[in-house]
């Protein structure tokens, strides 16, 4: 039987010791119109080596196309050593660290992850993960209406250049506590959020401003000014950051505080994706959130801290837990329990093994591979890039015709080319989200121009025929 | 474990300038010199938006890295290392077929947004199928990342069926005593308000309780069947009626899913949407506390509003239905596809078990609980419900003992880790005094629990003869007892360098 150890034997024995003629009397309680009849809808067992075959047949139907897609999951190199440890049993097949004394190598991990996010974020604490990006904005959004006491108002200024998904996903788990979302437009010229754009709120009620950095287009908000403004507005700070992108960037506790000498952002939270974790059709990921001590106590989500055992020893254990719903219930910050434990310790791998100078080449290498697939790809007829802003390592890409049928020519081609972007922006027309990584070698940028060149071409001559 | 070193610094702690994994960083875009490396400047960040410092991060070698974090793996307990009999969590076997075939390279490094992935989707399509079939619902959705996300998706829904009939003052959700913390928890972000109904001695719901607690204003009641009192909840088809009749909804928590796969189905209970943990009941691991998956199915009722995406298929095509496909959904509740690894691995799981082996699963639970349950109380322990069967839990009260001997149910819990053997749930249910929420699962041998009932015993016996052995245990472990009070009032969250 498939992972049961039972033989006839012991079940004999062990319904003699319950005092049970079979199995079935073990059921005797549920009424027995109830009881099912065999389930038709899951076919009969396969052995590992059958279940093998299948999947690997799938997954070498789907292939692996050269990607060139960002919009917030990013492929970049996962050392060995990440999943070889992560995947030990002993991380892979534990439960959420309660037995402190019996899960101390989970706990020392998280400790040491939430020192490092605070680290990249140049915050104050962190929380030991949410469930992802979106979701994490989300529970920022939550957090801002219990931290922000100078607020009455549960709105929130969201600009249009944050990733789109994560506003849906705030509206949709946000939706049924009567937060509202006001939309902020972008500079259509320059792809960011100008000071203007806010200062037609200014002595308005707003408990937060999101400020995603850098933005959904990849490029980089003038974090500063908006984080001043913010704060003489008493509206808090949600920062959205890539992490890999700290490596190079001003980090969220440093922006702002040009007025009032205290810089930083009030909760911060992404996309913990880049730092080790499988593109993997788009999950599991994970979602990190940091904010400074004043509001530890508004945070969601589990927390590692430091103290000591009977003998004084230093040890670790869960804390702060009083916020959680297995204690507060219906008062708790956020009703999470399970988070994304293993994709952490995937990231603390990551970020140990790269480090701060590793980090830091991962970053200018994506950077400067992107700003090479820009000038490889604008240098055809009918590209051009959309904005002239500084960015990271993304960047929107205007053709001179529809993305959609571009895009299938090219993923025919075994090339996932960006992501069209008219459905969001259509007032951008027909504009294209493209990303390149460190992953990618000059041959492979020259492979998408190629491509691309061609497929413009070849439309172009059916076009003239035509 | 006790032959290792049991301390381990912290990683920092073995840092040292210039040193790192140096074979983990690219090489540089244009030639292989440091003057080919770019910089802020060459990539035209902005002054004012560089970062001036770099970040406090570990600088190790990889065999640091991998020594380091294979050290800590072995301060834990695990599925793989120990028996973990840890109520409503269902630790079974997590086999390793289901991580090895997730992790193919082709899965892993499908981009989410890339043109839809035709082998992936069959799998999530069909695994939507069984999932509809084991639960008798209409339509499943795989994007919830978790149980209370799940639980979050289940609600939110219910919420939206109410406002759709212009009902929508229905704000209050019915939950048992016993629920866990999440239902409440779930019902506030829903902006619902809770309302708590009493058991009676049996471990059923008190019908009249529940009579007098339904009203124009229920949205639903939220269940666990079996209970986590550890017992299948009798009267469920008249709970179901009241409830209906009242015009609310059922909301089944499938933190229990376990004990009654194949046998029962909560669609034929006369639920309306259910929440699975497929982390619990199908096998996925639980990677010291997450990714879960909280996939829910739901009956007809509630069918236009599943969260998207759900995986549907067009002739021989699968693909990801969106806003477009099912515009009274509730929405997005990931960025992507929710945690699709997880989602997999369950797929691989139930398709190795195939449809005798889920049956199974709830049989060989079911035995292995009432077994248990059995002998332990053959060694003295006292079962909350022992009128009752367990169904792949159960309940043991401390109440006795700790009057006798003052020992607490941590202390016997600590204890047994000494014993190598992971602790039972404690404290939960709440309204069960000094308990221990016990579920073994299917995939532990007899031997396996004849072993943990002879841990019992001599414990039993130390509580009689030297109880102060429990109450400063464990004994064995990396560290003693810890201080849970000086964690919260002298909080250090964050390694900082010694001055």
Same mark, same amino acid.
């Given at each position: 039987?498939?992972?049961?150890?039972?033989?006839?034997?012991?079940?004999?024995?062990?319904?003699?010791?319950?005092?049970?003629?079979?199995?079935?009397?073990?059921?005797?309680?549920?009424?027995?119109?109830?009881?099912?009849?065999?389930?038709?809808?899951?076919?009969?067992?396969?052995?590992?080596?059958?279940?093998?075959?299948?999947?690997?047949?799938?997954?070498?139907?789907?292939?692996?196309?050269?990607?060139?897609?960002?919009?917030?999951?990013?492929?970049?190199?996962?050392?060995?050593?990440?999943?070889?440890?992560?995947?030990?049993?002993?991380?892979?097949?534990?439960?959420?660290?309660?037995?402190?004394?019996?899960?101390?190598?989970?706990?020392?991990?998280?400790?040491?992850?939430?020192?490092?996010?605070?680290?990249?974020?140049?915050?104050?604490?962190?929380?030991?993960?949410?469930?992802?990006?979106?979701?994490?904005?989300?529970?920022?959004?939550?957090?801002?209406?219990?931290?922000?006491?100078?607020?009455?108002?549960?709105?929130?200024?969201?600009?249009?250049?944050?990733?789109?998904?994560?506003?849906?996903?705030?509206?949709?788990?946000?939706?049924?506590?009567?937060?509202?979302?006001?939309?902020?437009?972008?500079?259509?010229?320059?792809?960011?959020?100008?000071?203007?754009?806010?200062?037609?709120?200014?002595?308005?009620?707003?408990?937060?401003?999101?400020?995603?950095?850098?933005?959904?287009?990849?490029?980089?908000?003038?974090?500063?000014?908006?984080?001043?403004?913010?704060?003489?507005?008493?509206?808090?700070?949600?920062?959205?950051?890539?992490?890999?992108?700290?490596?190079?960037?001003?980090?969220?506790?440093?922006?702002?505080?040009?007025?009032?000498?205290?810089?930083?952002?009030?909760?911060?939270?992404?996309?913990?994706?880049?730092?080790?974790?499988?593109?993997?059709?788009?999950?599991?990921?994970?979602?990190?959130?940091?904010?400074?001590?004043?509001?530890?106590?508004?945070?969601?989500?589990?927390?590692?801290?430091?103290?000591?055992?009977?003998?004084?020893?230093?040890?670790?254990?869960?804390?702060?837990?009083?916020?959680?719903?297995?204690?507060?219930?219906?008062?708790?910050?956020?009703?999470?329990?399970?988070?994304?434990?293993?994709?952490?310790?995937?990231?603390?791998?990551?970020?140990?093994?790269?480090?701060?100078?590793? +980090?830091?080449?991962?970053?200018? #290498?994506? @950077?400067?591979?992107? &700003? *090479?697939?820009?000038? %490889?790809?604008?240098?055809?007829? !009918?590209?051009?890039?959309?904005?002239?802003?500084?960015?990271?390592?993304?960047?929107?890409?205007?053709?001179?015709?529809?993305?959609?049928?571009?895009?299938?020519?090219?993923?025919?081609?075994?090339?996932?080319?960006?992501?069209?972007?008219?459905?969001?922006?259509?007032?951008?027309?027909?504009?294209?989200?493209?990303?390149?990584?460190?992953?990618? +070698?000059?041959?492979?940028?020259? #492979?998408? @121009?190629?491509?691309? &060149? *061609?497929?413009?071409? %070849?439309?172009?001559?059916?076009? !003239?025929?035509? | 474990?006790?032959?290792?070193?049991?301390?381990?610094?912290?990683?920092?702690?073995?840092?040292?300038?210039?040193?790192?994994?140096?074979?983990?960083?690219?090489?540089?875009?244009?030639?292989?010199?440091?003057?080919?490396?770019?910089?802020?400047?060459?990539?035209?960040?902005?002054?004012?938006?560089?970062?001036?410092?770099?970040?406090?991060?570990?600088?190790?070698?990889?065999?640091?890295?991998?020594?380091?974090?294979?050290?800590?793996?072995?301060?834990?307990?695990?599925?793989?290392?120990?028996?973990?009999?840890?109520?409503?969590?269902?630790?079974?076997?997590?086999?390793?077929?289901?991580?090895?075939?997730?992790?193919?390279?082709?899965?892993?490094?499908?981009?989410?947004?890339?043109?839809?992935?035709?082998?992936?989707?069959?799998?999530?399509?069909?695994?939507?199928?069984?999932?509809?079939?084991?639960?008798?619902?209409?339509?499943?959705?795989?994007?919830?990342?978790?149980?209370?996300?799940?639980?979050?998706?289940?609600?939110?829904?219910?919420?939206?069926?109410?406002?759709?009939?212009?009902?929508?003052?229905?704000?209050?959700?019915?939950?048992?005593?016993?629920?866990?913390?999440?239902?409440?928890?779930?019902?506030?972000?829903?902006?619902?308000?809770?309302?708590?109904?009493?058991?009676?001695?049996?471990?059923?719901?008190?019908?009249?309780?529940?009579?007098?607690?339904?009203?124009?204003?229920?949205?639903?009641?939220?269940?666990?069947?079996?209970?986590?009192?550890?017992?299948?909840?009798?009267?469920?088809?008249?709970?179901?009626?009241?409830?209906?009749?009242?015009?609310?909804?059922?909301?089944?928590?499938?933190?229990?899913?376990?004990?009654?796969?194949?046998?029962?189905?909560?669609?034929?209970?006369?639920?309306?949407?259910?929440?699975?943990?497929?982390?619990?009941?199908?096998?996925?691991?639980?990677?010291?506390?997450?990714?879960?998956?909280?996939?829910?199915?739901?009956?007809?009722?509630?069918?236009?509003?599943?969260?998207?995406?759900?995986?549907?298929?067009?002739?021989?095509?699968?693909?990801?239905?969106?806003?477009?496909?099912?515009?009274?959904?509730?929405?997005?509740?990931?960025?992507?596809?929710?945690?699709?690894?997880?989602?997999?691995?369950?797929?691989?799981?139930?398709?190795?078990?195939?449809?005798?082996?889920?049956?199974?699963?709830?049989?060989?639970?079911?035995?292995?609980?009432?077994?248990?349950?059995?002998?332990?109380?053959?060694?003295?322990?006292?079962?909350?419900?022992?009128?009752?069967?367990?169904?792949?839990?159960?309940?043991?009260?401390?109440?006795?003992?700790?009057?006798?001997?003052?020992?607490?149910?941590?202390?016997?819990?600590?204890?047994?880790?000494?014993?190598?053997?992971?602790?039972?749930?404690?404290?939960?249910?709440?309204?069960?005094?000094?308990?221990?929420?016990?579920?073994?699962?299917?995939?532990?041998?007899?031997?396996?629990?004849?072993?943990?009932?002879?841990?019992?015993?001599?414990?039993?016996?130390?509580?009689?003869?030297?109880?102060?052995?429990?109450?400063?245990?464990?004994?064995?472990?990396?560290?003693?007892?810890?201080?849970?009070?000086?964690?919260?009032?002298?909080?250090?969250?964050?390694?900082?360098?010694?001055?």
């Amino acid at each position: 039987m498939p992972f049961i150890p039972h033989t006839a034997d012991d079940v004999t024995r062990m319904l003699e010791v319950i005092g049970a003629d079979s199995i079935d009397d073990l059921f005797d309680e549920i009424p027995a119109a109830l009881k099912t009849t065999p389930l038709k809808g899951v076919p009969p067992a396969m052995s590992e080596m059958q279940i093998g075959r299948l999947l690997t047949e799938r997954a070498l139907l789907d292939g692996r196309p050269l990607n060139f897609i960002g919009a917030g999951a990013y492929e970049h190199h996962i050392p060995a050593p990440v999943w070889a440890i992560a995947t030990r049993g002993e991380f892979y097949s534990a439960y959420t660290p309660y037995q402190a004394e019996a899960s101390q190598g989970t706990l020392q991990l998280i400790y040491e992850y939430q020192s490092m996010i605070c680290a990249l974020t140049g915050m104050e604490v962190s929380n030991a993960s949410l469930y992802d990006g979106a979701s994490g904005l989300a529970e920022g959004c939550l957090m801002a209406v219990r931290a922000n006491r100078a607020s009455n108002s549960r709105r929130i200024l969201l600009p249009r250049d944050v990733n789109p998904t994560y506003g849906q996903v705030a509206r949709a788990i946000t939706g049924n506590q009567n937060i509202e979302f006001e939309m902020v437009d972008f500079d259509r010229r320059t792809g960011r959020l100008p000071l203007s754009a806010l200062e037609a709120y200014s002595g308005q009620d707003f408990t937060a401003l999101v400020v995603q950095q850098p933005n959904f287009f990849g490029n980089l908000e003038e974090v500063d000014e908006l984080t001043d403004w913010a704060h003489a507005n008493n509206v808090l700070v949600i920062a959205v950051v890539n992490p890999i992108s700290l490596a190079l960037l001003k980090p969220p506790g440093e922006w702002g505080g040009r007025l009032d000498g205290k810089p930083g952002a009030d909760i911060v939270c992404g996309e913990g994706q880049p730092l080790g974790v499988p593109l993997a059709s788009g999950g599991p990921y994970f979602g990190f959130m940091a904010t400074r001590m004043q509001h530890v106590r508004q945070m969601p989500g589990r927390i590692v801290g430091r103290t000591a055992d009977l003998e004084g020893r230093p040890g670790f254990s869960l804390t702060l837990q009083a916020r959680e719903q297995h204690i507060r219930r219906s008062k708790a910050t956020s009703n999470i329990c399970t988070n994304q434990g293993l994709m952490v310790t995937a990231a603390t791998i990551y970020m140990s093994l790269l480090g701060a100078e590793g +980090l830091k080449r991962v970053a200018a #290498a994506s @950077a400067e591979r992107t &700003a *090479d697939l820009v000038a %490889a790809l604008t240098r055809i007829a !009918g590209v051009a890039a959309a904005f002239d802003t500084p960015r990271f390592h993304e960047a929107v890409l205007l053709l001179d015709r529809p993305a959609a049928p571009v895009l299938a020519a090219l993923a025919a081609r075994g090339i996932s080319g960006g992501l069209d972007l008219c459905a969001s922006y259509p007032e951008l027309g027909n504009a294209l989200l493209v990303c390149a990584t460190e992953t990618k +070698l000059e041959a492979d940028i020259e #492979a998408y @121009a190629n491509a691309l &060149a *061609d497929v413009m071409r %070849a439309a172009r001559d059916v076009r !003239g025929a035509a | 474990m006790t032959e290792l070193k049991l301390r381990e610094p912290m990683i920092f702690e073995l840092s040292k300038p210039g040193r790192g994994a140096a074979s983990q960083f690219p090489p540089a875009p244009h030639g292989s010199t440091a003057a080919g490396w770019p910089t802020s400047a060459s990539l035209g960040i902005p002054a004012h938006l560089r970062r001036a410092r770099p970040p406090l991060l570990p600088e190790v070698s990889e065999l640091q890295t991998v020594r380091h974090f294979t050290r800590l793996s072995q301060f834990n307990f695990s599925i793989d290392t120990q028996f973990y009999p840890l109520g409503s969590c269902t630790m079974k076997y997590n086999p390793k077929a289901c991580n090895t075939y997730a992790m193919l390279p082709e899965f892993l490094s499908r981009h989410p947004l890339a043109p839809e992935p035709q082998g992936f989707l069959a799998c999530m399509y069909e695994l939507q199928e069984m999932l509809k079939d084991i639960t008798g619902m209409q339509g499943v959705s795989l994007t919830p990342m978790a149980g209370a996300q799940g639980e979050f998706a289940g609600v939110a829904m219910i919420r939206a069926y109410h406002r759709a009939r212009n009902d929508a003052a229905r704000r209050e959700i019915i939950v048992p005593q016993a629920a866990h913390g999440t239902n409440p928890a779930t019902a506030a972000m829903c902006g619902c308000n809770v309302k708590e109904i009493p058991c009676d001695r049996n471990g059923d719901i008190d019908i009249e309780a529940l009579k007098a607690a339904v009203s124009a204003d229920t949205a639903a009641i939220m269940l666990t069947n079996p209970s986590t009192l550890g017992v299948f909840e009798h009267k469920i088809t008249e709970v179901a009626r009241i409830v209906h009749e009242a015009g609310g909804l059922l909301y089944y928590d499938g933190a229990n899913l376990n004990a009654i796969l194949g046998k029962v189905r909560p669609g034929d209970m006369g639920f309306d949407v259910i929440h699975m943990n497929l982390h619990k009941t199908f096998s996925t691991p639980h990677g010291g506390g997450g990714p879960g998956s909280g996939a829910v199915g739901v009956g007809p009722r509630l069918l236009p509003y599943l969260p998207i995406p759900v995986v549907g298929k067009e002739e021989s095509r699968y693909r990801w239905l969106s806003e477009r496909d099912l515009p009274h959904s509730i929405g997005r509740l990931s960025g992507f596809m929710g945690n699709a690894g997880v989602n997999l691995r369950a797929y691989i799981y139930m398709r190795m078990l195939g449809r005798e082996g889920m049956v199974r699963v709830a049989e060989f639970a079911a035995l292995n609980a009432n077994y248990l349950m059995k002998r332990l109380t053959q060694a003295g322990y006292e079962a909350a419900y022992p009128m009752r069967r367990a169904s792949h839990e159960f309940i043991i009260t401390l109440k006795q003992e700790s009057r006798q001997y003052q020992v607490t149910a941590m202390d016997v819990a600590k204890r047994l880790l000494d014993f190598g053997f992971h602790a039972p749930t404690t404290y939960f249910p709440l309204l069960v005094p000094e308990c221990l929420l016990i579920e073994p699962t299917e995939t532990e041998t007899k031997e396996e629990l004849d072993q943990f009932c002879d841990a019992m015993t001599a414990i039993r016996r130390e509580m009689e003869q030297e109880p102060e052995k429990l109450r400063s245990a464990p004994h064995t472990m990396p560290v003693r007892r810890l201080d849970d009070v000086r964690a919260v009032k002298q909080l250090d969250l964050v390694w900082k360098p010694a001055a």
